[in-house]
């Protein structure tokens, strides 16, 4: 898995050198999710995503591995895994976009600037487009990226079983936190 990671972050190396030098990147962004189902709340998260973003540009790109996920109940990370996110088939997802309004953020100065993005989200190797709003905080030289957004399952060719429909919600609450660095 280690290989892995760092495959993914020289490959945001090669895609990110010719652009300004500008860039800030994380290898421990944070994702998680929620499934608000009738009969059970479904809650998993990943503490290693791997995200690259420009500050110029406002382009940006988020790498996650399915396997990472960690689940309250192991019966439930044995499902997802195997029944919803196929993980040995689909083993990352992945999230190509910008930050429209990238130059209302003042990186030189502290403070909480919201920020509107779009771009492709590829799950279960389905891509869809996403539109949505976040922030960035700047402190003390640090940019730490915030947003949550909703799917849903159907779109990425995710199936609910008839069996556990009032157990897993048709549509999940994707929350992302990324503390970024500035690469050198």
């Known amino acids: 898995m280690k290989k892995l990671v760092l495959t993914v972050a020289m490959l945001f190396s090669v895609v990110w050198s010719g652009m300004s030098q500008e860039r800030y990147f994380t290898r421990n962004g944070k994702i998680s999710f929620f499934s608000d189902a009738p009969m059970e709340k479904i809650t998993a998260q990943n503490s290693q995503g791997t995200s690259v973003f420009d500050a110029k540009s406002g382009q940006f790109e988020f790498a996650v591995l399915m396997k990472a996920f960690e689940f ?66 700047v402190k003390g030289g640090k940019v730490i990226a915030h947003s949550d957004f909703i799917i849903l399952l159907a779109d990425y060719k995710i199936e609910i079983p008839a069996l556990v429909k009032d157990k897993v919600a048709k549509e999940v609450k994707i929350v992302v936190d990324a503390g970024y660095d500035k690469m050198q």
């Open 72 to 137: 309250e109940k192991a019966l439930m990370m044995e499902h997802f895994h195997e029944n919803y996110a196929e993980s040995d088939k689909y083993p990352k997802s992945v999230f190509k976009g910008s930050i429209s309004d990238i130059s209302a953020v003042n990186f030189a100065k502290d403070g909480v600037y919201p920020v509107n993005y779009k771009g492709a989200l590829t799950l279960h190797g389905v891509t869809k487009d996403i539109v949505g709003k976040g922030s960035m905080t």
